[in-house]
């Protein structure tokens, strides 16, 4: 059975979300959260909550599966909005600083 979580609007940039969910692909969901645990990276708060609210929705639908015969199958990260903001510059100018936030998609399975 594959579930398909996604997250929408976390405010990290998608090019260093992209690295902890590529360091957790493949790996069953108990083996990636002991990782994201000891990951100093921002991202892995936000993907820590993700997999534990998708692993809380299998085992709703299937209570006696174990947590470690869930595996994450494949993740990704797309590009959500970017916020914009100016920082002044030499002269009056103004230089467009954006702020991107991540849509972060996961699909868990409990076959290997």
């Known amino acids: 059975?594959?579930?398909?979580?996604?997250?929408?609007?976390?405010r990290i940039s998608p090019r260093k979300a992209?690295?902890?969910?590529?360091?957790?692909?493949g790996?069953?969901?108990?083996?990636?959260?002991?990782?994201?645990?000891?990951?100093?990276?921002s991202a892995a708060g936000p993907l820590t909550k993700i997999i534990e609210?998708?692993?809380?929705?299998?085992?709703?639908?299937?209570?006696?599966?174990?947590?470690?015969?869930?595996?994450i199958k494949r993740g990704s990260v797309d590009q959500g909005p970017a916020m914009k903001r100016r920082r002044p510059r030499?002269?009056?100018?103004?230089?467009?600083?954006k702020k991107y936030f991540s849509h972060i998609n996961m699909v868990l399975t409990d076959e290997k």
């Not at 992209?18 to 692909?25: E, F, M, T």
Request: charged share 35%; aromatic share 4%.
């Open 27 to 41: 790996k069953s969901v108990g083996e990636a959260i002991e990782m994201l645990r000891f990951v100093r990276k």
């Open 90 to 97: 030499a002269r009056g100018y103004a230089t467009m600083i």
């Open 1 to 10: 059975m594959e579930r398909k979580v996604a997250a929408k609007h976390i």
């Open 53 to 71: 609210s998708a692993v809380e929705d299998v085992r709703k639908k299937d209570p006696t599966l174990n947590v470690d015969d869930i595996f």
């Open 18 to 25: 992209r690295i902890v969910v590529n360091l957790v692909a």
